[in-house]
């Protein structure tokens, strides 16, 4: 499927809204209070990949079917892009010069779309962060190609806010967050790497924050989110080991660097890998880490206290099925 004609021709996706849902992806960001949490759930139907944008209890806002019959995998992020009060969805198609497009979370119409990476025949990864504090969510694209890079385009009008190369001397599939550490009303960017689970925050402007090695030996992909899951006003890193690691491994690391939680939720034969997100899931005031394990048949997204790591009495709501 060519995705330019796709968007020339002003083609819009229809909601796939029976679709078996596989959990590859789950993003949230630490925002003001008026903003809403959200996270992204990619999967599979017969007419090509299909995202569904959930609330924290894992009750639908939309189902979309982003680029019908375009079967190359697809990426996506949640954030409020065009600042109405509504988790907007972002979605990366991978291996197509890193087309992303960006959908209304009331509507379900294209607010926007572009080629961010001309020629790029790799995979990317996609994200959103307020860098400059217009309270716009802005779209974070990062490549899986020599020295990661990241480029920033700003939600309120798309202009490039931000461009570096997040590993230097290396590449890795990466995930992106973002969330305001300094507190001075910016996000910084969170970039989460193989090689030892490293974590880069860099800040808007480009300079690298901090580095820290969330999973020390372990050389696969990994998740990352961030939010105030403790409530002592600071946000923590969530970081969800992929594939390869034992148990869903899932580490939460304070604004320093150091590890608060160390989650082993299931059995240690488990190799599926987890993937993280972070919000509000019993209604309480406090953001949870939410925790989904890939390859594993469950239903709902899985919320633990972020101070004690114990998993919430809660019953997530089934209504959305995901197939994981």
């Known amino acids: 499927m060519n995705l330019w004609r796709w968007w020339k021709n002003g083609t819009r996706p229809n909601p796939a809204?029976?679709?078996?849902?596989?959990?590859?992806?789950?993003?949230?960001?630490?925002?003001?209070?008026?903003?809403?949490?959200?996270?992204?759930?990619?999967?599979?139907?017969?007419?090509?990949?299909?995202?569904?944008?959930?609330?924290?209890?894992?009750?639908?806002?939309?189902?979309?079917?982003?680029?019908?019959?375009?079967?190359?995998?697809?990426?996506?992020?949640?954030?409020?892009?065009?600042?109405?009060?509504?988790?907007?969805?972002?979605?990366?198609?991978?291996?197509?010069?890193?087309?992303?497009?960006v959908f209304d979370g009331a509507t379900g119409n294209v607010l926007s779309?572009?080629?961010?990476?001309?020629?790029?025949?790799?995979?990317?990864?996609?994200?959103?962060?307020?860098?400059?504090?217009?309270?716009?969510?802005?779209?974070?694209?990062?490549?899986?190609?020599?020295?990661?890079?990241?480029?920033?385009?700003?939600?309120?009008?798309?202009?490039?806010?931000?461009?570096?190369?997040?590993?230097?001397?290396?590449?890795?599939?990466?995930?992106?967050?973002?969330?305001?550490?300094?507190?001075?009303?910016?996000?910084?960017?969170?970039?989460?790497?193989?090689?030892?689970?490293a974590v880069l925050v860099y800040r808007p402007d480009g300079s690298r924050a901090s580095t820290t090695f969330a999973l020390p030996g372990f050389v696969g992909p990994v998740s990352v989110a961030a939010g105030d899951v403790t409530g002592d006003g600071v946000p923590e890193i969530i970081v969800g080991a992929g594939a390869g690691a034992p148990a869903g491994l899932t580490v939460e690391l304070n604004a320093s660097g150091g590890t608060n939680l160390v989650l082993t939720p299931v059995s240690s034969g488990y190799r599926g890998g987890a993937v993280v997100g972070v919000g509000d899931a019993d209604g309480d005031g406090r953001r949870d880490i939410l925790l989904a394990l890939a390859n594993e048949q469950l239903t709902g997204i899985w919320p633990f206290d972020g101070t004690s790591g114990e998993l919430l009495n809660y019953t997530p709501d089934t209504s959305v099925p995901v197939e994981l």
């Open 17 to 101: 809204r029976t679709a078996r849902l596989r959990l590859e992806a789950m993003e949230t960001r630490e925002v003001p209070a008026a903003m809403p949490d959200a996270v992204a759930l990619v999967g599979n139907s017969p007419a090509g990949s299909v995202v569904s944008l959930v609330n924290p209890n894992g009750t639908a806002i939309r189902n979309l079917l982003p680029f019908p019959g375009f079967t190359g995998g697809v990426v996506a992020a949640a954030g409020d892009v065009n600042h109405d009060g509504t988790a907007d969805v972002i979605v990366g198609a991978q291996r197509a010069s890193g087309f992303v497009a």
């Open 113 to 197: 779309a572009r080629a961010t990476l001309p020629g790029y025949t790799g995979t990317i990864g996609v994200g959103s962060a307020d860098l400059d504090g217009d309270h716009f969510a802005d779209v974070l694209v990062g490549a899986n190609a020599p020295g990661a890079p990241v480029l920033a385009f700003g939600g309120r009008d798309g202009a490039m806010l931000s461009g570096f190369l997040a590993t230097p001397g290396f590449s890795a599939p990466i995930s992106l967050s973002g969330a305001d550490f300094d507190r001075d009303g910016r996000d910084e960017i969170i970039v989460g790497a193989g090689l030892g689970g």
